[in-house]
């Protein structure tokens, strides 16, 4: 299973038989004649999804290791590692319960209804983190999942799982039936990986972009991102960010994006056409009649009275204030337009579950966010251009989540700006992951992806998923492109996450199924 997983080259269809080898694994639990069965299936499965998850994602350690010693490191990193698999565990152990009261293929379904149901729990409560979701898998080998633009990653998720339990069954009539009986699962699981596959290659091949043509610059500025604060200025920073777009910006050029956090001083929004990095900024406009400037910036709101649930009090001003990780558009106008940051990374921007982790907060502060101090809007953002053109700024951790960015899109985008600082992790594979997940994003909406790293790789990428230039790491740079606005709507844009909602109302139906038939066996 880490074999298939991104970045590796070429290996993502192993994924479609990954599983078998865990599947043989409990099969044999469940048929010996050893006790705790149930006990030793949840092991089994809960230390081969650990060891999955910890050698995909061992580089969270670097971003935690880098604000504390290797100790503590390490132990707030195995919650990373260790929840997103103990939600995987929960799905095989689930299954294997209500494998004692139901036939096999409804245990089946219950094995396929409840992993997609904890992967969208693992995107939707506190603690999210829908990195490892199967689905994703197939984001370094995209043109086998041109199908997307309907079902999201889910549909791969499904997919995964499906072929996985064929394949488990195809084993085991080979190994237990005689002359052709032994082959016909066989050839189901054939079926069931090709045609999708070639489906799939059918798009790609066929696809054609309108040409609606925008000259965009993305920016790659490659500060030290531990350096940022404090020991380079932010006036240094907006110069470098303002050379770079120079060097490659033409007249026609329509969008400059720069990157997460480009613009550090804590801006006042309220104030924000009297900051002198605002004024910087429309004065190297001045230059580029349509140009419009996408960036990150940390921006401060301050209200007379609590008016959100993240806000803080402020006894020198006496004033309540929310402070973001926010987008902002400048333009040749007065004209500005703010984003805040809505999916917050878990105990860095954002303490999960705030009551009842309050205890935690001493060791969350240390990871280098603000824990309890980022405000945040429930809702994704389009900007506007005076052109008319829309745009929707996706911000770092934001661009793993499918359906909240085709809420942007339903609502007017044309394209998305990405915008992340990608160096906390080092030069590891989450930078790349992080990258090649944004393939899935333009496939699922069928619109570009303009994309600014401060230090990490930034790039563009077309409505197939292809990429069409990128950045290396560690490298001060921009690039640019004449990307193809899109307006058209896809079936997955339209209706969202279908297969994940689906699946969570057949697992809660499925589940009930458990105790249920325990209590009549225990009335028998």
């Not at 603000?370 to 770092?396: E, K």
Request: hydrophobic share 45%.
């Amino acid at each position: 299973m880490w074999l298939a997983w991104p970045p590796v080259n070429y290996t993502a269809p192993l994924l479609l038989i990954g599983l078998v080898p865990l599947l043989v694994a409990l099969s044999a639990i469940k048929e010996d004649d050893r006790l705790k069965k149930g006990k030793r299936i949840f092991l089994t499965a809960g230390l081969s999804f650990l060891v999955w998850n910890t050698v995909c994602i061992y580089w969270v350690y670097n971003s935690i290791h880098s604000f504390n010693d290797a100790f503590t490191s390490l132990l707030i990193s195995l919650i990373p590692y260790g929840l997103g698999a103990l939600l995987m565990t929960f799905a095989f152990w689930l299954y294997y319960r209500l494998s004692i009261y139901t036939s096999k293929w409804i245990a089946y379904l219950g094995l396929v209804s409840f992993w997609i149901a904890m992967e969208y729990l693992h995107q939707s409560w506190d603690l999210a983190f829908p990195w490892m979701n199967l689905g994703n898998g197939f984001a370094k080998m995209h043109q086998l999942i041109q199908w997307y633009e309907y079902t999201g990653v889910y549909g791969g998720t499904l997919w995964v799982l499906v072929s996985n339990i064929i394949g488990f069954e195809a084993y085991r009539s080979y190994k237990t039936k005689n002359g052709l009986e032994r082959y016909k699962l066989s050839i189901v699981l054939s079926v069931v990986i090709v045609i999708p596959i070639t489906l799939s290659l059918s798009k790609y091949t066929s696809y054609e972009e309108k040409s609606v043509p925008v000259n965009v610059v993305v920016v790659q500025p490659n500060i030290d991102p531990y350096l940022k604060y404090g020991s380079i200025s932010a006036y240094e920073q907006v110069s470098t960010l303002t050379r770079l777009s120079d060097s490659i910006g033409q007249t026609n050029t329509e969008y400059f994006i720069w990157p997460e956090t480009a613009i550090p001083n804590f801006a006042n929004e309220y104030g924000i056409r009297t900051n002198m990095d605002y004024m910087r900024i429309q004065e190297f406009l001045s230059k580029y009649k349509n140009g419009t400037v996408i960036s990150g910036i940390e921006s401060v709101k301050t209200y007379p009275t609590a008016e959100t649930v993240s806000a803080k009090f402020d006894a020198n001003s006496n004033q309540y204030y929310d402070n973001f990780n926010a987008a902002v558009q400048i333009e040749n106008s007065a004209d500005v337009q703010f984003y805040h940051k809505s999916k917050l990374v878990p105990g860095v921007e954002k303490m999960p579950f705030p009551t009842a982790l309050a205890f935690l907060k001493p060791v969350f502060a240390e990871l280098g966010g603000s824990v309890g101090g980022w405000g945040w809007q429930d809702h994704p953002a389009v900007f506007y251009s005076y052109g008319g053109v829309g745009v929707t700024p996706v911000i770092c951790y934001e661009s793993i989540w499918g359906e909240w960015v085709g809420k942007a899109v339903k609502d007017g985008a044309q394209f998305i700006a990405i915008i992340t600082n990608d160096g906390w992790w080092g030069n590891t594979s989450g930078k790349d992951q992080h990258f090649l997940y944004a393939k899935l994003r333009a496939i699922e909406t069928r619109r570009w992806i303009a994309r600014s790293a401060n230090t990490g790789i930034s790039g563009f990428i077309d409505q197939k998923g292809d990429i069409v230039s990128q950045s290396a790491w560690w490298t001060r740079t921009a690039l640019k492109a004449e990307i193809n606005l899109n307006s058209d709507l896809t079936f997955y844009v339209k209706n969202g996450d279908l297969i994940a909602r689906f699946f969570c109302i057949t697992a809660i139906l499925l589940a009930l199924i458990i105790p249920y038939r325990k209590w009549i066996r225990k009335l028998r």
